[in-house]
């Protein structure tokens, strides 16, 4: 177990963003200390890396689609950011 600000470096992304996807239930595996507040993660879950890379091609898969780029073209780039 590793705590929130951990995960967040190793995955490097921000801390609020962290803190958004925990609030989401995007984080397999997380949970809050209820005394202390304090939010943990099993670093070692499968789950929890696949859920994240799923995320986050959902992620780029949205923001692809914003810049109004063809489907050829976002395939093309989802599969060079899963390389």
């Known amino acids: 177990m590793i705590k ?3 995960f967040c470096r190793e995955q490097k992304i ?5 803190i958004r996807w925990f609030k989401q239930g995007r ?3 997380a949970y809050q200390n209820p005394q202390t507040k304090s939010i ?3 670093e070692n879950s499968a789950e ?3 859920s ?5 091609e959902n992620d780029i898969r949205y923001f692809l689609e914003i ?3 063809d489907k050829n073209k ?3 780039i989802i599969k060079i950011v899963k390389e």
């Open 67 to 69: 810049l109004k780029l």
């Open 14 to 18: 921000s801390y609020s963003t962290g």
């Open 48 to 50: 929890n890396k696949e």
């Open 74 to 76: 976002i395939e093309k």
């Open 40 to 42: 943990f993660v099993d």
């Open 52 to 56: 994240f890379f799923h995320s986050l």
């Open 4 to 6: 929130l600000t951990q």
């Open 27 to 29: 984080i397999p595996g």
